[in-house]
């Protein structure tokens, strides 16, 4: 691949710029992460907020984006051209580590939180320490202020919406009124966490093929960091993977570009226009460009984060190795690099997101094929090895529930009002036509045959991967149903991959108004046009926090009433109002859901092993636990909140008959009732002729009093038997 | 045969006018058609079509033919100009209109004769003129964009050519008409301007719209209501987009351009930027969240009425330059200005406080005070407008001081910042074009410019923008009419850039060709060939293309479902099963339908009554008692109680007694309603008395009742009371 990668000699000092550059990404990424554990932390005032949970999301963040810069700096600065010395690759290895000392901690037992976060705290003031070395006042002063900030966006876009909240529980404990992706998501963590195993654990523990990367991953942070599933959810992915996505795709553009690009205050500028947006978010939103779901969806935040750094991983690889590999002069490491890195990340890839899999699979295969890899027979061979892993991986992720057949232009008709339809493909691919042409501009490409001559002499690979990955994105959301507006998922990665090329070419590629002056009315012109957009992405900024901040004071009115004490309605200036603890506390329990979160939460304090022979049953008699969720059509969900709040799989515990089912969220692995639960079906014999077949040695049978206080009655199936 | 039009300033602008006259006349024929076509299978009569398109080409396009043959070679009095002689067509036809319902001799024969052989002789030159393709394509394009209009304003609940059977069906329409036609109503009956709900206290609002209509339906022979769904479509809108054109035509003629410039009928640039800025490129929706109502200028009758006046005012003044008697000068400074300015307060005030705006700023920058003439016209416009403003502003339409109101509160949430920007869109790319001809680059540029007064046009243009801007983001003028003063830019803006556009292009192709050129590294021809820049442009611009499509196809569609539907209901009504083309247009199976509608009854002793001789509904007042629960509550589904009592005097043009809303509604405090006192209890036996009503008339001045109550299932029973009678 070409400029922006290849310097033309406009930076300064690449080399030693490169440096600076990974620490502002790691200082930067850093105080995001601290912003919004404060963010989250400031959330729950008034409510009980034990320091410690917050503290260890905070340590592990600092460990995932600070020592990636210090091993690099220690280690591997000097030993550029080597893949696995690259920023990204480290950056990689960081999260695997953190992934694989979480799986390891249930079997040595010991906890390691608190050395990580010391680490994770030793690797932030190292980076920060040299950073503050390299960088002027201005830029010392202008990122951390300008991170923090950053932070209450990106605070108020995840915890903004439904799906995520500082005060998740409390608001299922309130009225019940949550998104049931929160119950889901926690429930397959759970799973994970427990048996080993995806799947939600509604009547036993069957395989679900399904993207459970990051459950998995979120699975082993909480066992790295002692939290529970909620709270990974909650807390610790917000605070550890939004800044790790933005400071992977900043990395990811460095890592592209060999210098720091940073210093220009350029990119900064692209860098927030492409983040907050410079239109309004009714406008992005009409023509189907859903801003916010970058944050929102964890497993694309991993997945996306994964995919850039492995990019950046193998351009690395490719620009020092790939005279060799075409050339016959293949080293063992080489093939070690493409026999293990390139599939194991795009299996990775793929148990994180099927998209990124699917689409970075084909990005290589391009690329390989452009580059001649046919013309050398070990490459064909890994090239066929991966493409039947992918394959076969595609088999163990993909649920075949979401496979519902052609629908021409669903995407479109389904989340992009008619009259907008013209403008889909123009905003969709915004930033990949600004790429592609600010691309063939330097590349003084003026007609279609110039750009036939730059593909042809290998100049415009990265140009033609944009557009490869841009069409093949969009094209599941013309053709397939995918539900809920996943096909986003795959049209919105060449957004990312262009951002972050725009991004490492910011100080070559976009135009400069050099010699404009004040008093030219060109300047006064653009300064005209540029202030709707600014005030645009000023109203971005606060639109999310602003929301995030009313949600919050509605569920503290909602207690405050439920205490006897009325405070108005639910407007953010009333907040400072909101936080007495007592009051609070009390609204609390007297809240319809409290004893019954309270008793499962008991129940999830149970030993490991315990849980792991123990399946948990609630009959249908206990209307107070199946009409927990209060959202409409919530009833489908209620069956999750068992395992997503004690771990436990639950025997027979599908919903109510007549509660409409939804045909996702793994429920269409298991039988839908068919007549209401018998006495018969609820005797100690019956339970546990179910929950032996499905692997388990005991039954808890949960019954909730009209106070929704739970009572536990276990049932030894081994006496049974 | 065909003739090469040969290139001259002078040729394209006599060409261009007539590409004007022809436009008009096409989309005044094309709006006519559509009525007529509509009405198939209802109650038809040719003639009111035909007399409303007569009158439309009497307006748009004698003024030309008249203006040929009065102006002699080389003369260029303003009072002899096509603007000046269209606002004197506008004046004849009112009086003529006047004259019509005050003695019964009706002139319009004549008119619509001569607007025929215009419209005719014009456009059998025009054709002969220009290359056949070109005009082919020009015809095309005019009949699809009438086709957009008629569909825009027959596309609401306002105007429809289906109006009285919409009415009959479910009420289904809009207040606002009813408003507007009680006062026209009201003019003409009582010769006061009042919406006539309980007798006819004076009424502060810009009738003039309303009083010019009631001439017009007078003149072809029709009632108001009628005239509002057939003849201001088919005059109005045809003058509005003429008097766009026409102002760009002057514009043109008075700053020149170079011969290479191609005639307006075939410059698609101009029609391109005419498109986009009434159509619109982006959907209809987000141009509604920017507070481009598109629909609103087409059914807002006074905005409309106005803005061609304002727009001729404008182009008169334009044609001012080259007059060179003094004579003229004086009567269009001492008479004409301030005469138009009163003309445009009782069409719309906005437009009269911008002209008075305009007025002003140029006698500030082309100093006024050194001429006695120009001293004192000035202060005749501002005396004149001191002088109209009361009676024609509504104080209740003024909510207050309200900081930002119109951004606020009309334009949609998240969007309020692009309003200035996309709002004005037009002005700014005018302003930007002129500062770009004129090669100012920078702010000293710009002052010479503006010394020099290079710019007196873009400044124009941008204090209409300013002017237009600040009322509604000062005050809270209600609903939303503050658009009434920002939007008049647009067309203002889009007939400068008409007016310049080709020579922009012009200067444009030449600044490319002085320049080196670029170099081409790719000597293949085909596919190869095809530059980058074109594929972006291609593909950046589809989007807008197609918009404009969609848009343009959205409301005509809408008509046409509403049409059928209309249709389908009725014959549903009428019994008969089949539902095909032919029980939708037959006559007698519609008829019966719209007999067995809920309000035919209501709708036909209303109309009956306003078939009376003037001289009785002069002396008489009508009395709808409020146990006649279908007439008061037919609005009370959707909330609109309080806008039912204007239906009977809009439809049968006598005034109301005790006709307030019901007890319980609210009043609103628009609408002239304030005049009125709201009812404190419900309507009493005692009230509706002979006496009581008596009473009530002659203490308004009136000597008869006429009463409308229930009556059987078909029709309400209506009664005469003579308040002089004995015993009354």
Known sequence: ?721 | MTEPIAASPAVNDVDARDTIVVATSIAAFVLAAIYWVSRIGFVNPAAPVLQSLGLSLFICCTPLQLMRLIRRKGDGEWLSSQPALTVLALVVSAFAGVLAGATGFNIAAVLSAAGFASSIWTGARWLRRGKAAHSLAFLAGTVAFAVWTGGVVWGSRYKMPLFWETFSLKANIHHDPMYIASMANMLATYGTPSIGLDGVPLAHYHYGSGWLFIQWANLIGTDALSFYSLGYPVVVIPLFFGAVLLLGAELRERMGGSSDVPPLRSDYRDWIVFLAATIGVIPTRALDGLAIWNANVLISESYLAGMPVFLLVLASGLALERSTRQRARVAFLLGFLPLALVACGFLKISLMLLLLGVVLYLAVRLHFWRSWIASVSVVLCVAATALTYPIVSLPAQNSGISPLNFMRYDVADGWQQFFPLLHMMWTWIYIAARLWEEKVRDVTDLRTALRAKRLMDAEVLFLLMLLGFIPGELISIHGGSAVYFSDVQRWVALAFIIGRIGVWAERWRADRAARPAASVRTEDGGVRAVRLSTLLAIFVIAPFVVTLLANSVQWPLWVVRANIALRRELVALSGTRSAGLSALTDPRTLSEGLRRTQYYGLVSSLRDIRALPIEERQRAVLFIPQSYRLYWTMWDADGRCTYTPLVAPAVSSVALIDGTPSYGCTQTNQYNMTAYRPRAGPQLPSDTTDAALCARARMKGFAEVIVLGSGDASAPRRRRIDCYLPGR
């Open chain 1, 1 to 721: 691949m070409q400029s922006p990668i290849v310097d033309n000699g406009r930076d300064r000092d690449p080399e030693a710029g490169l440096d600076q550059a990974f620490a502002t990404v790691a200082v930067a990424a850093s105080i995001v992460a601290l912003g919004l554990a404060a963010i989250y932390w400031l959330a729950r005032a008034g409510f009980d907020t034990p320091f410690d949970p917050v503290l260890r999301s905070v340590g592990l963040a600092l460990f995932l984006l600070d020592v990636p810069y210090a091993v690099w700096h220690v280690f591997a600065q000097r030993s550029r051209g080597w893949a696995a010395a690259s920023y990204s690759f480290i950056c990689l290895a960081t999260l695997a580590s953190i992934a694989a000392l979480g799986r390891l901690v249930p079997f040595a037992g010991v906890d390691l939180s608190v050395l990580v976060t010391a680490l994770g705290l030793a690797a932030f003031l190292f980076a920060t320490f040299h950073w503050l070395r390299s960088v002027s006042l201005r830029h010392a002063l202008a990122i951390p202020a300008g991170s923090a900030l950053f932070s209450v966006w990106t605070g108020g876009v995840v915890w903004g919406r439904i799906y995520k909240s500082p005060i998740f529980l409390e608001m299922l404990i309130t009225d019940g009124i949550v998104h049931h992706d929160g119950v889901t998501l926690a429930a397959l963590g759970n799973m994970l966490r427990t048996y080993h195993v995806p799947s939600m654990g509604l009547d036993g523990i069957p395989y679900m093929a399904y993207h459970w990367g990051s459950p998995w991953l979120f699975a082993q942070i909480a066992n790295a960091a002692g939290l529970s599933l909620t709270e990974v959810y909650h807390l610790a992915f917000p605070v550890m993977m939004i800044p790790f996505f933005f400071g992977g795709l900043i990395a990811f553009a460095i890592q592209m570009r060999g210098s720091d690009v940073t210093r220009d205050p350029v990119f900064w500028i692209l860098f927030l226009a492409a983040t907050v947006g410079v239109m309004p978010i009714t406008g992005t939103d009409a023509v189907g460009v859903w801003t916010s779901n970058v944050v929102i969806s964890e497993s694309y935040t991993v997945g996306m984060a994964v995919g850039l750094l492995l990019l950046a991983t193998t351009v690395s690889f490719w620009r020092n190795r790939a005279k060799s590999l075409l050339g016959g002069s293949i080293r063992w490491w080489d093939f070690a690099f493409m026999l293990l890195v390139l599939p194991a990340g795009l299996v990775a890839l793929g148990y994180l997101k099927i998209s990124l899999m699917v689409l970075g699979f084909l990005a290589a295969a391009y690329g390989a094929l452009r580059a001649g890899a046919f013309r050398r027979p070990p490459l064909v061979i890994i090239g066929i090895m991966t493409a039947a892993l992918v394959v076969s991986v595609y088999g163990r992720v993909s649920l075949p529930a979401h496979r519902e057949g052609m629908v021409a232009l669903d995407f479109m008709k389904s989340f992009v009002a008619p009259p907008w339809w013209p403008f889909f493909f123009l905003f969709q691919f915004f930033w990949s036509l600004l790429y592609v042409v600010l691309r063939l501009r330097s590349e003084d490409a003026r007609n279609v045959g110039d750009v036939v001559a730059a593909a042809k002499a290998g100049r415009i690979l990265d140009v033609e991967l944009v557009t490869l990955l841009a069409i093949v994105g969009v094209i599941p959301g013309l053709i397939l149903h995918i539900d809920g507006g996943s096909a986003f998922y795959f049209s919105d990665v060449q957004r990312w991959v262009s951002v972050g090329l725009l991004l490492a070419g910011a100080h070559t590629l976009v135009p400069r108004f050099r010699g404009w002056r004040w008093s030219e009315l060109r300047t006064i012109g653009v300064a005209l046009l540029a202030v709707p957009l600014v005030i645009s992405m000023m109203r971005n900024a606060t639109h999310w926090t602003a929301r995030m901040l009313r949600a919050n004071a509605a569920t503290r009115v909602q207690l405050y009433d439920a205490a006897g004490v009325k405070r108005g309605p639910p407007v953010i200036r009333i907040l400072p109002r909101l936080m007495n603890h007592d009051i609070l506390e009390a609204g609390l329990r007297l809240s319809p859901n409290y004893k019954p979160v309270e008793g499962l939460l008991e129940i999830s304090r149970m030993p490991l092993a315990e849980k792991r022979r123990t399946a948990v049953f609630v009959p249908q008699s206990e209307v107070r636990y199946w009409q927990m969720l209060r959202r409409p059509g919530a009833c489908t969900f209620s069956s999750y909140v068992v395992p997503s709040l004690t771990g436990m799989s639950m025997v027979d515990g599908m919903p109510p008959v007549g509660c409409k089912l939804s045909r996702y969220y793994g429920l269409s692995l298991y039988r839908p009732r068919v007549q209401p639960q018998l006495p018969g079906d609820t005797t100690s014999a019956a339970l546990c002729g179910r929950a032996v077949k499905e692997g388990f040695e005991r039954v808890l049978m949960l019954r909730f009093d009209s106070a929704g206080t739970v009572s536990r009655k276990p049932i030894d199936c081994s006496r049974i038997r």
